[in-house]
């Protein structure tokens, strides 16, 4: 039987490699000089953290399945090796360039803005010996260094851990001196240490803590000489692994996965660049690394250090323009909620417009003595939250307060099972979702008597119920009081905390059941109209697209002549502009000042187009291992709204637009005629101008 040409390999884009674009766009923004110099800086640290979590997981995996023998092939058939051995190549070309953006180009322009990271071979006097009263009293009482030596085996360092391995000559108290010792940095310890008025030259100079150790190391070890000290770094696998078929207790489950994965696996080595090659040699072996996996570091192996200083430097004009959020006259106008969304659907784009708006829908609730019960979903949110505090408030004065927390969000749990303990303390009944999927659906939803009957409120959305991440992040809320929307979100719920076979549900699309065969269908529906001659026309906006049947659909719906346009920020699997398969879809991703997670999908559909917001990516796990919702927007002004700056407004970015090539590769959008960046002018149009 001949095989479909749409699942040739030619056609995909490999997912890690992909991925590795994204983060040469991110690093990119460093060395745009048209941003502020501090965000600059801000941007070569997410990308190095970027860098981290793909290494903790994505890198992690592929070595867990060339360890197994895997040969697990996606759809551009690339083994776990093959994989490896691109990813190791490209990376080492990131790597250089990282530290020439740091060292060639942020570091004297800095330095001229009065922002300068002192060498210990550069300190004055005065300097030194503040900085050595800064070892004696905060450093050195904590650290604990480790000869080895037979009764002193290799340390574990933690993952991530800022760690230096010292070479020494002389012999301790007890004739001993195997030549090498093991300092670890402290873990409460500030990587980035500002130096007093009292001896810096200018009021933002800085020191690195790992120059402070480096400088004293030799004192670590009295009688003893340090003659070489060296930074080094692992990273480890960091994916928890749960066995959904053999637990009971999810929570306490995580809690005994949680401590491990600070010693997981180890999946990469960074050294300092004048490590001695026998002493990599050494640490590798440790390690269980080969060459390929180690990565030599022309500055501080962890670039995150430098996070800090932003935040650390009071110089505004080296920063992005602060701004308030805008809220809806539907909402500033009224002083109570659920009056607001009863005259209508109300939309709120973030961080454009406030979150606060939520936050005081929950509020309202937790007060009003018609509100009977609060239904939510959190993911990310953290303790110190004032979506929390309003639950625990609603809980408090009696209401029935049910909450879902996905106790599996990456690099959260330890967060969200500290939420889970905090709000059952409060009076709130917590559970867990379904073992087996991650609960990654966004919902809130309000019961209220009103008259005889109840009514349901409801806020649907595209990002977590965090705070901080709502300034940070590009997301749409939607709320609602549509009776189907509500009789779906209950059902939603229902499904949640309780057991049951699924029903069918009236407007919402919902992971795992109907969203992937829903997308499909709408796809192949706009093909069938293009054949026909019929309007036909997708854009989509998501940070993902990988699943391969997705893609398949779109090849074929531009076979068909249907003009697609995707904005997808981050990973994409698609080929475009091949010839015979997708001439007509053109694929964008936007890096800008805000991390873009909206998901938007709009299908023309002929004469009555349909647009869905949505919690999910295009991606394997959002369709068939999440729960996930995909929800209308109805109201015809509203849908206008959202493909106008949602979509349209990202179409004809100018200025922080990528284009992907059929190659793999992506360039900038030239800037032709007026500047135009689409968050530039979201905040000119929607953020609070008074």
Known sequence: MEADPLTKSELYINRELSFLEFHRRVL????????????????????????????????????????????????????????????????????????????????????????????????????????????????????????LDPAHPFPEPLNKSLTFIVMLEGKDAFGRNSGKAIVQAPRSSPRVVRLPDSCAASPNEFVLLSSIIHAHVSELFPGMKAIGCYQFRVTRNSDLFVDDEEVDDLLRALEGELSSTRFGDAVRLEVAQDCPDELETFLSTQFHLTRDEVYRCNGPVNLMRLAAVPDLVDRPDLKYPGFTPGVPDQIRLASDMFEAIRNGDILLHHPFESFAPFVEFLRQAAVDPNVLSIRQTLYRTGTESAVVEALTDAAGNGKEVMVVIELRARFDEAANIELANHLQSAGAQVVYGVVGHKTHAKMSMVIRREGRGLKRYVHLGTGNYHMRTTRLYTDYGLFTCDDAVGDDVHQVFQQLTAMGRAGRLKKLLLSPFTMHKSMIEFIDREAENAKRKKAARIIAKMNSLVEPQIIQALYRASQAGVKIDLIVRGVCALRPGVKGFSENIKVRSIIGRFLEHTRIFYFENGDDALLYLSSADWMGRNFFNRVETCFPVEDEELKRRILREGLQNYRTDNCQAWILQSDGGYKPVKSQGRRKSAQDILLATLADES
Request: with cysteine; hydrophobic share 40%; charged share 30%.
């Open 28 to 147: 990119a923004q460093a060395h745009d000089e048209t941003l502020p110099l501090l965000e600059r800086l801000r941007f070569l640290c997410i990308s190095s953290s970027v860098l981290d979590e793909f290494f903790e997981i994505r890198v992690a995996g592929l070595k867990q399945q060339e360890a197994y023998g895997a040969e697990q092939r996606g759809p551009d058939n690339m083994s776990p090796s093959e994989q490896l051995r691109h990813i190791a190549r490209v990376v080492r070309n990131v790597i250089d360039e990282q530290y020439h953006v740091l060292n060639d180009v942020l570091i004297p322009k800095l330095d001229i803005q009065g922002i300068r990271f002192i060498n210990h071979e550069d300190w004055n006097d005065k300097q030194a010996q503040w900085i050595k009263r800064f070892f004696d009293r905060e450093l050195a009482p904590i650290m604990n260094p480790v000869g």
